[in-house]
């Protein structure tokens, strides 16, 4: 059996502690081919000094970027790639075991997919970041947008082709999300597919939605779905995404933490108004 080796490209800012957790994960993992490439974005030594105690013991790659970006920062890790199979941890995340075992494993068994997406939930059993599926499913554009987030996808590096992370959606752009989103519809475009398997997991702690992060995310979110219909021309998707709006207003009527949900609703609105494509 074949065994293709995965990129881990992880952008870090603000955190030691859940690096050394994931680290340490990795040294266990039963899988062993693997490369981990950080893309450091403090202004401090903390990261830096985590790579040093664990370049001999992992194979590792590290680069530092004083520009603050999600998706700027994991293109530079695109661009500095050695593996078959490219991956996004979260520098928060922590991975099972096996869970470059059942990756590999998966794309051993099904050579025409070309990505792969699992399951996540808070190793403590209180929830989940994503409402997840309890069925394995292919993906499609009519399931985008809640079958994965960008740590739990794995995708073959050969479907990359001219694909980079839009650096205006992500975790610390104009809009705050939607960036892994990007990546699929992409990957759909261009006749790639994928397939979610409900019983693998990573975990990722769940936190306290607030208004400014609802607005945020919501930015992103209409931000996605203006660039699905309008770039990649996923036409289909524009009444999807009214629909969605018009339930997202309902459930403010309906529905306590009011402020929340009103800021996720105006941030979809603006998203799909105001995004405009990266030139």
């Known amino acids: 059996m074949h065994s293709p080796k ?14 050394i957790s994931f680290l340490e994960v990795l040294l266990k993992q039963t899988y062993k081919y693997f490369e981990l490439l950080i893309i450091d974005q403090n202004e401090d030594n903390r990261v830096l000094n985590i790579y040093n105690n664990y370049k001999e013991k992992l194979d590792i790659k590290y680069f530092h970027n ?3 970006g999600l998706s700027v920062n994991r ?10 199979i490219i991956a996004f941890p979260d520098d928060d995340c922590i991975y099972e075991s096996d869970t470059l075992e059942k990756a590999a494993a998966f794309f051993n068994e099904n050579q025409n997919y070309s990505f ?8 403590r059993g209180e929830g989940s970041v994503l409402k997840t599926k ?16 960008s740590f739990t996808i794995f995708v073959r590096n050969s479907a990359f082709k001219t694909f980079n992370f839009d650096e205006n959606l992500g975790l610390g752009t104009l809009f705050g999300s939607g960036e892994e989103s990007d990546l699929i519809l992409f990957l759909l475009k261009n006749n790639n597919k994928g397939r979610y398997i409900a019983g693998n997991y990573i975990y990722h702690p769940v936190k306290s939605e607030t208004a400014e992060k609802a607005f945020e995310y919501g930015k992103g979110f209409g931000a996605i779905y203006k660039k699905a219909v309008f770039y990649y021309n996923f036409i289909i998707l524009l009444p999807i995404y009214f629909l969605r709006i018009l339930k997202c207003f309902i459930n ?12 996720s609703f105006n941030g979809r609105l603006q998203g799909f108004f105001y995004y405009k494509k990266q030139k």
Not at 116 to 123: L, Q, S
């Open 75 to 84: 293109n530079i890790g695109l661009k500095n790639t050695s593996g078959e």
């Open 134 to 149: 309890k069925n394995n499913e292919d993906i499609s554009i009519f399931n985008f947008t809640n079958s994965g987030i």
């Open 116 to 123: 792969y997406i699992c399951n996540t939930r808070d190793i």
């Open 66 to 68: 004083d520009v603050k």
């Open 6 to 19: 995965f990129s881990l490209i992880m952008a870090t800012l603000g955190r030691d502690k859940e690096i």
């Open 252 to 263: 403010i009527i309906l529905y306590n933490n009011k402020k929340v949900r009103y800021a």
